[in-house]
T-cell receptor, first 113, second 114 residues
Framework: AQTVTQSQPEMSVQEAETVTLSCTYDTSENNYYLFWYKQPPSRQMILVIRQEAYKQQNATENRFSVNFQKAAKSFSLKISDSQLGDTAMYFCALSSSGYALNFGKGTSLLVTP | DAEITQSPRHKITETGRQVTLACHQTWNHNNMFWYRQDLGHGLRLIHYSYGVQDTNKGEVSDGYSVSRSNTEDLPLTLESAASSQTSVYFC?????????????FGPGTRLTVL
């Protein structure tokens, strides 16, 4: 069975600061992808960033980057220069042989002025 | 532009009624998925399909069914709605059988079962 754990139900950060959201996972597969999805109040699910398990280099998308520690099965998301529009629920997800996504329970992030 | 749509966006029904939620995508994606989102649970997989006439059960499939008669549509049916099925339902699609494929999500349907 695959599991994804997000241990921080809620977090807050001030505008322009940096915040890190944690995610740990468990899978017996060798080939898998990890994702971070953002869900703003509009409810739309938006892909933020993805990481292939075979790639050692951490993925980066503008202000968003990940710290992928394969041996520790850890996949954290760092948001730099936080903006008010980053306020959202963030979900960590895992995809392997089944191709469907296994989601964590989410972290609610509030960016304050 | 290609898109994925869900209808209705909001639905209120009564216990015991049959309900069908529609999902339509214009990307010509092979894979389609249904998830439900509940507070404290994240998104959980209900059913999925890798192509026409293919359907598979997910983690929380009891009380739900799907059918795939064409590439574009994967309707989700609640055979006899229960209050425990009050939730937000998301449909998603992805292009092919590759682990790295991004899933594109619809806007969601909020279902309330009274």
């Amino acid at each position: 069975a695959q599991t994804v754990t997000q241990s921080q139900p809620e977090m807050s950060v001030q505008e322009a600061e940096t915040v890190t959201l944690s995610c740990t996972y468990d899978t017996s597969e060798n080939n898998y992808y990890l994702f971070w999805y953002k869900q703003p109040p509009s409810r739309q699910m938006i892909l933020v960033i993805r990481q292939e398990a075979y790639k050692q280099q951490n993925a980066t998308e503008n202000r968003f980057s990940v710290n992928f520690q394969k041996a520790a099965k850890s996949f954290s998301l760092k948001i730099s220069d936080s903006q008010l529009g980053d306020t959202a629920m963030y979900f960590c997800a895992l995809s392997s042989s089944g191709y469907a996504l296994n989601f964590g329970k989410g972290t609610s992030l509030l960016v304050t002025p | 532009d290609a898109e994925i749509t869900q209808s209705p966006r909001h639905k209120i029904t009564e216990t015991g009624r049959q309900v069908t939620l529609a999902c339509h995508q214009t990307w010509n994606h092979n894979n389609m998925f249904w998830y439900r989102q509940d507070l404290g649970h994240g998104l959980r997989l209900i059913h999925y399909s890798y192509g026409v006439q293919d359907t598979n059960k997910g983690e929380v499939s009891d009380g739900y069914s799907v059918s795939r008669s064409n590439t574009e549509d994967l309707p989700l049916t609640l055979e006899s709605a229960a209050s425990s099925q009050t939730s937000v339902y998301f449909c998603a699609s992805s292009p092919g059988l590759a682990v790295n494929n991004e899933q594109f999500f619809g806007p969601g349907t909020r279902l309330t079962v009274l």
